[in-house]
């Protein structure tokens, strides 16, 4: 996202910039042309210069707001690939200078949300058609999907990432990159890794251990790495342990290559890395978004002696063998026309799948049902995060328009009430500067105030037959999310609540809230409160029209948590180590301030260092453990029918174990349920953050396909050894055992499925 060249390089300046080089070589490989066969011949056939070029981004405007590309070497027939964002969808310019055509991508849910399908075939079928857009629109490489663990749920990026849980994140990510990928383009996993805050994210040192980062913080990395190898994987800007991660040799070349046998490319994410010399070295073949100092600073290196030609070698030919596999190397025609309709439909179809029933007692409501709706979201409904992780998409479809084509007679007086108070609040809102007088485009913008007027509200409870109040929250780059603001609902908010339940309560009628957020809210104070509450995240372009469906009963609800919901935001057990800072000090620690130059600083804590005192005990590791009452757990969602499970069996085989379920549906509805598999933690032994385990671990699930009201469905699920960290020469300790948490229905419940001594 960040331009370091300092000259806008286009294509012109880049023939400039080739041809002086051109003119010194001795061409002893005249007609060698760059093909799938010759890499190691083309990296021979290079010089100095042009390796350093390879490896060094180029701005080159093939695709309008692309985030980078790659140098050109005509006279090897090397073309410039072109590499954009990001995970809701392809990020560029939806128009031209000169062109009436349109580019719009289509906006789709957050990563958040594909997490919480639990999902597989779901979220695949995003990635082609998000794949799909890549190729159509001339783009190589899309610059996703975030993968970072959820350590806190105020991580301006949380949104992007898929989960506290290293197995839901990295069996997302996979679905996705294989989805994409069998597009024929290639996807980008970032950030690698432990990039879990937003704040002073440049140079920020996160203190970890080695058991966190292979059980937690790795792991989601290794789980996607080996089940979907993606064609790249960009290096995060922060340091690990007192090294930055573009040239942190251990985690590129021993971890990611070594051990979990990566075949692809890295590159840094823009503007990360500082030396040279160490950024090559470590096996982070690419540097974004580059420009000329690198590539001087790469052939100075070479030439006094900071850096082996060999590492820089090895660090072309694998970028050669990226470009190799992209359409643009394969002169595929695209022809800037996806199909964004039926695209928009895949899109639907997750928030579909994603959004989670958290409370049920009148939910769904008959078509035709007279609603009043309120909270300034369901006239500003938010389809994605600020950022690089935002998208150009056609449209949004803000919920009224959503809830009117689908059937509900909205009440007159408090839509006309909010659509001239919307008008007011457009104008504030443009008045204020986001952040210290920088208006700049990938910080989120000011948000509408809520409104409240009783006398509307007492009026409305008496005409319409219930109430819809949605809450809204955006965050995005660059910055982390305040819990005093973001976490907690505002007085307006809470105000809202009161008076909206107290008026359609005393007439005998419901409320439901729908939480259109991008990460997690307070809900334990005012739950008992509403009817019903649904949590939809930041649906993309058409997931209000989703939510119109689940309310009205034409989808049934299937997604499940993918993050914990706590009662205070003090209950994670990473926010005495996690920043909160107030805007104005922000600006300090802010994503455009500091770069790394190559100096790890410890002077405050949380902002140039991050303990990550909690370890492997995140999220729901931790609250299961320590017997912490949160408001939903992790796996939680409701359904509108019910399900019935066989006793769960368990066998050992090859690698791993099975489990097996027969789910059937008692219920008057068709649905869809999820079995969540856990390794359950001896009840006695005592919680050792040091070393113990958690009292649960995520480690199978799956979702049933559509069950029909009696039919059911045996649902295996496979647990490999590898990623039950407990597990001792194949076998599990004493007392460990395999527990299925369910959360279909109208409950939340455990069921063990054996004692580990038959296994
Ligand atoms: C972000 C990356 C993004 C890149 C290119 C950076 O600021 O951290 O996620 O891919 O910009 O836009």
Redesign the pocket.
């Known amino acids: ?2 331009n370091l060249c300092s000259n806008n390089t286009p294509m012109k300046k880049i023939i400039v910039l080739v041809l002086p080089v051109l003119a010194g070589i001795v061409l002893n490989a005249k007609d060698l042309k760059l093909s799938e066969n010759n890499i190691p011949e083309t990296v021979k056939a290079l010089t100095l210069e042009e390796k350093a070029m390879l490896v060094v981004g180029f701005k080159v405007e093939k695709v309008s707001g692309a ?2 590309a790659t140098c050109p070497i005509p006279r090897l027939g090397i073309p410039s690939i072109t590499l954009a ?2 995970p809701a969808g392809l ?1 560029i310019n939806p128009t031209r200078d000169g062109d009436e055509q349109t580019y719009y991508c289509t906006g789709f849910p957050i990563g958040m949300m594909m997490a919480s399908t639990w999902n597989r075939d779901v979220v695949g079928k995003v990635g082609q058609a998000m794949g799909n857009e890549v190729l159509e629109y001339g783009v190589d490489v899309l ?1 996703a999907p ?1 993968a970072n663990i959820h350590r806190n749920s105020m991580c301006g990026r949380n949104f992007e990432y898929y989960s506290e849980d290293p197995l839901l994140a990295g069996r997302t990510a996979a679905a996705f990159i294989s989805g994409v990928q069998s597009q024929g383009v290639g996807t ?1 996993i ?2 690698f890794a432990l990039n879990n805050q937003e704040t002073n994210r440049l140079i920020c040192n996160s203190i970890v251990s080695d058991r966190a980062m292979s059980e937690i913080y790795l792991r989601v990395f290794e789980i996607a790495v080996k089940e979907s190898q993606p064609w790249t994987v ?1 290096t995060s ?1 922060n340091c690990i342990n007192g090294i930055q991660a573009a040239e942190n040799k251990w985690l590129i070349s021993d971890k990611l290559r070594g051990d979990w046998g990566f075949e692809g490319c890295v590159m840094t ?3 990360g890395g500082y030396r040279a010399e160490k950024i090559i070295s470590s096996g982070n073949d690419m540097i ?1 978004p580059g420009g000329q100092y690198w590539c001087d600073e790469i052939v100075r290196a070479v030439r006094d002696g900071r850096l082996d030609e060999k590492d820089l070698d090895a660090c072309v030919g694998r970028v050669l063998e990226l470009i190799v596999k992209t359409p643009t190397f394969k002169g595929y025609k695209y022809s800037d026309k996806p199909d964004l309709a039926s695209h928009a439909l895949v899109g639907r179809e997750a928030a579909e799948e994603g959004t989670v029933l958290l409370k049920r007692t009148a939910l769904p409501y008959a078509e035709g049902t007279g609603v009043a709706l309120f909270g300034v979201g369901s006239y500003d409904f938010v389809a994605g995060g600020t ?3 935002d998208v150009h998409r056609p449209y949004i479809i803000d919920l009224r328009d959503a809830l009117s084509q689908g059937g509900f007679k909205l009440d007159g007086a408090v839509d006309e009430y909010y659509s001239e108070f919307m008008k007011l609040e457009a104008v504030r809102c443009r008045n204020i500067d986001t952040e210290a007088g920088l208006n700049l485009w990938f910080l989120e913008k000011e948000r509408p105030l809520e409104a409240l007027n009783r006398e509307l509200v007492e009026n409305a409870a008496k005409r319409a037959q219930t109430a819809v109040i949605t809450l809204t929250r955006v965050s995005g ?1 660059s910055k982390d999310r305040l819990a005093a603001t973001s976490f907690y609902l505002s007085s307006g908010e809470m105000d809202l609540i009161d008076c909206v339940a107290e008026a359609f309560h005393s007439e005998g009628k419901t409320v439901t809230v729908l939480l259109n957020v991008c990460g997690a809210v307070e809900t334990a104070s005012w739950k008992d409160k509403v009817d019903d509450i649904l949590i939809c995240y930041l649906p993309g372009q058409d997931g209000s029209r989703a939510v119109a469906d689940i309310l009205c009963g034409r989808v049934n609800p299937s997604g499940r948590l993918p993050l914990t919901l706590p009662i205070r935001w003090e209950d994670e057990p990473s926010s005495r180590n996690f920043p909160q800072i107030l805007a104005d000090k922000a600006a300090n620690y802010s ?1 455009y301030r500091n770069f790394y130059d190559g100096v790890v600083r410890n002077d405050v804590k949380n902002i140039d260092y991050t303990l990550y005192e909690e370890d492997i005990f995140v999220g729901y590791r931790y609250h299961s453990s320590v017997g912490q009452e949160v408001s939903y757990p992790f796996g939680y969602g409701l359904s509108y029918t019910d399900f019935e499970w066989s006793e769960p069996a368990t066998r050992k085989v090859a690698g791993g174990w099975e489990v097996s379920v027969k789910v059937k549906n008692i219920g008057s509805r068709e649905g869809k349920d999820v079995v969540e598999i856990y390794l359950a933690h001896p009840a006695d032994e005592e919680y050792l953050p040091a070393e113990g385990r958690p009292a649960l671990e995520l480690k199978g699930y799956a979702k049933t396909g559509t069950l029909g009201c009696r039919e059911t469905e045996t649902v295996k699920i496979f647990i490999p050894e590898w990623i039950c960290d407990a597990a001792q020469g194949g076998k599990l300790p004493k007392g460990y055992c395999f527990t299925a948490l369910r959360s279909a229905g109208s409950h939340f419940s455990s069921k063990k499925i054996c004692d580990s001594s038959n296994l």
């Open positions: 996202m960040l985030a980078g964002d990001g990020r610059l975030g980008c970032k950030h960009m800007y994410d823009w503007g974004q950022g690089s992780g780059e994503f």
